[in-house]
């Protein structure tokens, strides 16, 4: 069974920065793109940064481009969002999400249940 | 980046009912559709993918139809379990771009 478990969530002031981090398991982790999705309350969902399965090359939104950075190591098993220079329009929930593939451009197969990121002074 | 355009945003609608939501690309895409049905509280679930694959363990009143730009998602007939968000997503480019979402609620 394919388990995506995030943490490093909570309340940051605005221009702070915070690591979020997504242990997987139950897949072979090294096959498949992994992603970053986020939802601001009530809001609907929105991309935020993708990986290839080789870590070779990443993808961001406009709206994160230069602040956030993704990552991953193969060996454990674990995603990473580096996030810096956070804004109140930052806050949300964030999901580690699986691709079906080792290409971004695929379906969103498996969610993380989320961790929250509350930016606020 | 491509935009996607859901309608209605949220509708009612009776246990047995057909309901169909559309999702308009704002450039042609294919068949690099996906659909997310998400729950109060939970987490989205995959639906169908390749605008017209039902996902494994979804249950065949759910489908799916189109390409180039207009897409559709319909229940055949309305489930109590089926009140719920529903997300249309495009995969054809970067930047991946989700509708705004479609609530179903309780008549």
């Known amino acids: 069974e394919v388990q995506l478990l995030e943490s490093g969530g909570g309340v940051v002031h605005p221009g702070g920065s915070m690591r979020l981090s997504c242990a997987a398991s139950?897949?072979?982790?090294?096959?498949?793109?992994m992603n970053w999705v986020r939802q601001a309350p009530g809001k609907g969902l929105e991309w935020v940064s993708s990986i290839v399965a080789s870590g070779g090359r990443t993808f961001d939104a406009d709206s994160v481009k230069g602040r956030f950075v993704i990552s991953r190591d193969n060996s454990q098993n674990t995603l990473d969002l580096e996030m810096n220079t956070l804004r109140a329009d930052d806050t949300a929930v964030y999901y580690c999400?699986?691709?079906?593939?080792?290409?971004?451009?695929?379906?969103?197969?498996?969610w993380g249940l989320g961790t929250l990121v509350i930016v606020s002074s | 980046d491509i935009q996607m355009t859901q309608s209605p945003s949220s509708l009612s609608a009776s246990v047995g009912d057909r309901v169909t939501i559309t999702c308009q690309a704002s450039h042609p895409i294919s068949n690099f559709l996906n659909w997310y049905q998400q729950k109060p509280g939970k987490v989205p679930k995959l639906l169908i993918y390749g605008a017209s694959n039902l996902e494994t363990g979804v249950p065949s009143r759910f489908s799916g139809h189109g390409s180039g730009t207009d897409f559709t998602l319909t229940i055949s007939s309305l489930q109590p379990e089926d009140f719920a968000t529903y997300f249309c997503q495009q995969y054809d480019r970067l930047p991946l771009t989700f509708g705004g979402g479609t609530k179903v609620e309780i008549k």
């Open positions: 999400v699986k691709g079906r593939y080792g290409d971004p451009k695929s379906e969103f197969d498996s």
């Open positions: 139950g897949f072979t982790f090294r096959s498949h793109a």
